[in-house]
């Protein structure tokens, strides 16, 4: 595994976890460092970190702040 890959994993206790939990990971990484942006997007999937995820969940406190206006009138 590239020195680089391993300070990032080192510096992002999210990405350590997702490694440890799975860690086929490992074999993939030590194959081939271009395998670092597959991880990468396998880990913001699980821990839903995507923008989309942000912009999602946003909305959802918009929605829910706006439920409780309505009902507070």
Same mark, same amino acid.
């Given at each position: 595994?590239?020195? /680089? /890959?391993?300070? &990032?994993?080192? =510096? ?7 490694? #440890?939990?799975? %860690? &086929?990971?490992?074999?993939?990484? &030590? *194959?081939? %460092?271009?395998?670092? *942006? =597959?991880?990468?997007?396998?880990? #913001?999937? !699980?821990?839903? @970190?995507?923008?989309? $995820? !942000? /912009?999602? $969940? ?6 829910? /702040? %706006? %439920?409780?206006?309505? @009902?507070? =009138?």
């Amino acid at each position: 595994m590239e020195q /680089i /890959i391993q300070e &990032n994993l080192a =510096k992002d206790t999210k990405m350590a976890g997702f490694l #440890k939990q799975n %860690s &086929n990971w490992f074999k993939e990484l &030590n *194959r081939d %460092s271009n395998n670092y *942006r =597959k991880f990468t997007a396998a880990m #913001k999937e !699980k821990y839903h @970190v995507k923008m989309t $995820d !942000k /912009i999602s $969940d946003a909305m959802d406190n918009i929605d829910l /702040i %706006s %439920s409780v206006l309505d @009902v507070l =009138k």
